[in-house]
């Protein structure tokens, strides 16, 4: 099991940029995949953003495609979520997430959660 801690999140300005972080403990952070997910308010959990164990391969939901970047550092046991060019509709909170199966987009396929971050995009 791993344990998981958001930061970085905040208020920001629509066009602007944030990054979050997510830092691990526990066993072999570098054997996990690791995903971002986010939630508004009275609206289902989404896919954000998910990285392999190596940082190799990468897959992002359709809405933040070319605009967020995922990336980790194994060294470090953190993972990385680059926003740019926020939209209000980014806001959320923003969800770090660890998986022991291969790569998926699906938040059932993750086992370890983080407890969330708030992103709020003004207009």
């Known amino acids: 099991q791993v344990q998981l801690v958001e930061s970085g999140g905040g208020l920001v300005q629509a066009g602007g940029s944030l990054r979050v972080s997510c830092a691990a403990s526990?066993?072999?952070?570098?054997?996990?995949?690791m995903g971002w997910f986010r939630q508004a308010p009275g609206k289902e959990r989404e896919f954000v953003a998910v990285i392999s164990w190596s940082g190799g391969t990468t897959y992002y939901g359709d809405s933040v495609k070319g605009r967020f970047t995922i990336s980790r550092d194994n060294a470090k046991n953190t993972v990385y979520l680059q926003m740019n060019s926020l939209k209000p509709e980014d806001t959320a909170v923003y969800y770090c997430a660890a998986s022991n199966r291969p790569i998926s987009r699906k938040g059932t396929d993750f086992g370890s959660w983080g407890q969330g971050t708030q992103v709020t995009v003004s207009s």
């Open positions: 526990g066993r072999a952070f570098s054997s996990y995949v």
